[in-house]
Nanobody
Framework: QVQLVESGGGLVQAGGSLRLSCAAS????????MGWFRQAPGKEREFVAA????????VYADSVKGRFTISRDNAKTTVYLQMNTLKPEDTAVYYC?????????????????WGQGTQVTVSS
């Protein structure tokens, strides 16, 4: 089992920044990749970014390239999402997820564990 807890969400003005954290506990050594997703009201959950725990390969959604940065700490138990130049359309609940299967990048359905989410609201 892997437990994931997100933090760092909040209200920010357009153009501002936020840093989300995802603290992992439990069988973290078995995680192959960690990802961030978001879901806006009335919309489907969408992929934001992912990082491979071993090797550090990274992939971003086109909508956040150049603005968001995913990273992890050396102990590989916390994953971050630095969000810069935020836009109102970035408003959503942000979730982190852990994938155990060695498939890169993981498909959404290949993520095995999910956090409860943290709200990000960007005002115009």
């Amino acid at each position: 089992q892997v437990q994931l807890v997100e933090s760092g969400g909040g209200l920010v003005q357009a153009g501002g920044s936020l840093r989300l954290s995802c603290a992992a506990s439990g069988r973290t050594f078995s995680s192959y990749a960690m990802g961030w997703f978001r879901q806006a009201p009335g919309k489907e959950r969408e992929f934001v970014a992912a990082i491979r725990i071993g090797g550090g390969a990274i992939v971003y959604a086109d909508s956040v390239k150049g603005r968001f940065t995913i990273s992890r700490d050396n102990a590989k138990t916390t994953v971050y999402l630095q969000m810069n130049t935020l836009k109102p359309e970035d408003t959503a609940v942000y979730y982190c997820a852990a994938a155990l299967k060695e498939s890169w990048p993981p498909w959404t359905h290949e993520y095995d564990y999910w956090g409860q989410g943290t709200q990000v609201t960007v005002s115009s």
